[in-house]
Nanobody, 123 residues
Framework: QVQVVESGGGSVQAGESLRLSCVASGNIYNINDMGWYRQAPGKQRELVAT???????NYRESVKGRFTIARDNAGNTVYLEMNSLIPEDTAAYYCNAHIQTLNMDQIHELDLWGQGTQVTVAS
C-alpha cells in the first residue's frame, strides 16, 4: 500500500522555526509533484508550496522568503523549512504527492494526502 506520512509539527513562538518532513512509501514507480497545503479552523485548505521532480518550486505569496520546500527524490521525501513563523501560519499542514505505481505493465496515477501535522504559532 502506498502512503505518505508527515512529521515535524509542533507549537512554537512567533519568529521561531519548524521543519516538516513527508515520506512516501510503498510500491512506488515514480513521484511527480509533491507539495504542502494547510488548513486553519473554519478555512479552506490552501496551497503553501509545491516542488516538481526536477526541483521547480512554487509558493503562496505570504510564505515567500520565509518557507523553503525541498525534496529528496532518492528518499521519496519532501521537506518544508519554515522560518520566521507568525500566528497566521497556524494550521494543520498536509503533504500531497502525485505518485505513479506500476502493476502488470500498467501505470496507475495516485493523488495521495497525508494525515496532517499541526503547526501552532503563539504570538
Amino acid at each position: 500500500q502506498v502512503q505518505v506520512v508527515e512529521s515535524g509539527g509542533g507549537s512554537v513562538q512567533a519568529g521561531e522555526s519548524l521543519r516538516l518532513s513527508c515520506v512516501a512509501s510503498g510500491n512506488i514507480y515514480n513521484i511527480n509533484d509533491m507539495g504542502w497545503y494547510r488548513q486553519a479552523p473554519g478555512k479552506q485548505r490552501e496551497l503553501v508550496a509545491t516542488v516538481t521532480r526536477l526541483g521547480r518550486t512554487n509558493y503562496r505569496e505570504s510564505v515567500k522568503g520565509r518557507f523553503t520546500i525541498a525534496r529528496d527524490n532518492a528518499g521519496n521525501t519532501v521537506y518544508l523549512e519554515m522560518n520566521s513563523l507568525i500566528p497566521e501560519d497556524t494550521a494543520a499542514y498536509y503533504c500531497n504527492a502525485h505518485i505513479q505505481t506500476l502493476n502488470m505493465d500498467q501505470i496507475h496515477e495516485l493523488d495521495l494526502w497525508g494525515q496532517g501535522t499541526q503547526v501552532t504559532v503563539a504570538s
